[in-house]
């Protein structure tokens, strides 16, 4: 009878999917609150790989439901694919997978404008992942957004979609026949829309039901907090808050209906994009963690830039999250690797820089100061008790929870739900 938030620690791609996951077993519902189709949920179940993009991981879940919130951006035909994937895979979502009618939706003109904005930036783009998630972001709060309600009807649709086309048309003309991108939109919508329409709901009145009516809930975010627009690496962000605080916003709750934050991390650090990284390692030991760890984008497929686990950036997640929990992932990609290092602050022009700087001029000239610790040459996949990890994995660890302020709850070393040491039962539970 509890709510649960989990959000990402560093830039993503953490391994909240598996967590989820693992943690759905007793949940009930289990909710996007924003982002879009740029996430990539990469979930083992059954021994199949599943790689999830917009629906919830909670979805493989025989009997569990789930919403994708306000606060999400939804590309109509990536939710058609999707649930199309998952029917092939013999997943049903009739009565379990709902969609809220405040969402705003991606049109294919917020992926030329996407993509259009990434080539005329040059060397100082984002690297999104051109999936229109900035300009349909943008588009909402610019109050020019076409949301799921709007879409359900042809009239005022028609009616919203010529603004835009007229408004972007300069942008646009550059890139496509607006003719063309008119017809195709339409068409496609007459397609996309049997499937989509009874999915739609007001979450606002749903989550607020089943949360009085005692279910578990686990409200999970896409990204994580250093791509958040506003905790972020900025400019090198998405455009929404994965930080646990857009979880109410981006589902329709109070934050007095919140039990519990967990936040989940990696054993090191990856980024995918452009933007600084301090503790990028762009020598065999990079090498050695993007291959061991299989650290290529989900969605886009990019080789995920790697380093060192920087504490500087978990601690600024741990306080802008209100983190007490952690799940820590992949610690077996660190077996063999003597020493490990640790940032524990910057070095910025010749001071010492304990936290997450908000000014890019200074994040960007950064450089890490590391502790060293020995490491362990034992293998930790299939350990499923703590007291049997090696000791310089527990002193890893421990380090760990000391620098940033919060205690590791869970420890993943591998894809699947069994590869997995809970520590802290009642999490698992929901019991608190
Ligand atoms: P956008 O969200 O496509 O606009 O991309 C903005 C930044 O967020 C880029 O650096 C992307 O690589 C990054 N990004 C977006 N979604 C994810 C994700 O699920 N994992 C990791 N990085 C992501």
Known sequence: MATLVVVG???????????????SEKADYIIRYQGGNNAGHTVVFNGQEFILHLVPAG???????????SGVVVDPQALVEEIRFLERKGIKIEDRLFVSDACHIILPYHRWMDQLREIQQGKKRIGTTRKGIGPAYADKVARVGIRMADFLSL???????????????PLLRKACKLSELRREILEKRKKQLPIIKDLVVDSAIMINRIISQGRNVILESAQGTLLDVDYGSYPYVTSSNPVAGGACVGIGIGPTQVDRVLGIVKAYTTRVGEGPFPTELSNSIGKLLQEKGKEFGATTGRP????????????????VNGLRSLALTKLDVLDGIDPLKICVAYRYRG?????????????KDCKPVYIELKGWKEKTKGIQKFNLLPRNAKRYLSKIESLVQAKVSIVSMGRSREETIIIDRDLIDFNF
């Open 304 to 319: 995920r830039r790697c380093g060192w686990f920087d504490t500087s950036i978990v601690r600024h997640a741990v306080r």
């Open 155 to 169: 009239r005022l649709f028609k009616e919203l979609l010529e603004r835009n086309l007229k408004e972007k048309a």
């Open 351 to 363: 001071k010492l820089i304990r936290e997450f700087p908000t000014g890019r001029e200074i994040f």
């Open 59 to 69: 979805i493989l879940e025989p009997g569990k439901k789930c919403i994708i919130g």
């Open 9 to 23: 620690t560093q830039w993503g791609d953490e391994g909240k999917g598996k967590v989820v996951h693992l943690l």
